[in-house]
């Protein structure tokens, strides 16, 4: 059984920032690569930011130059830093991970989700 576990959403004003984790635990043989997406109420779930094992990264054009991934495999955790926040990226946030469970078996995984509110 694995498990995707987030924390750090909160609410806040316009501008500030917040930090979001995603630890996953259970039965891991190895974590590939590892993301964060967001869905607004009304709109689809859409990527906001994926990071490799190796650590090569990609963003939404969105919140390029706001938001920071990165990760620590030690911990098999994911992090999402962001920054100069707007309204717009008020959504719930989901942790996304590819976990393999056992050699050559791989499975993606979701997290619970946890709320990022931003006031004007």
């Known amino acids: 059984q694995v498990q995707l576990v987030e924390s750090g959403g909160g609410f806040l004003q316009a501008g500030g920032s917040l930090r979001l984790s995603c630890a996953a635990s259970g039965s891991i043989f190895s974590v590939g690569a590892m993301g964060w997406y967001r869905q607004a109420p009304g709109k689809q779930r859409e990527l906001v930011a994926t990071?490799?094992?190796?650590?090569?990264?990609n963003y939404a054009s969105s919140v390029k130059g706001r938001f920071t991934i990165s990760r620590d495999n030690a911990k098999n955790t994911v992090y999402l830093q962001m920054n100069s926040l707007k309204p717009e990226d008020t959504a719930v946030y989901y942790c996304n991970a590819e976990i393999e469970v056992v050699r050559m078996l791989k499975y993606g995984y979701w997290g619970q989700g946890t709320q990022v509110t931003v006031s004007s």
């Open positions: 990071i490799s094992g190796g650590g090569s990264t």
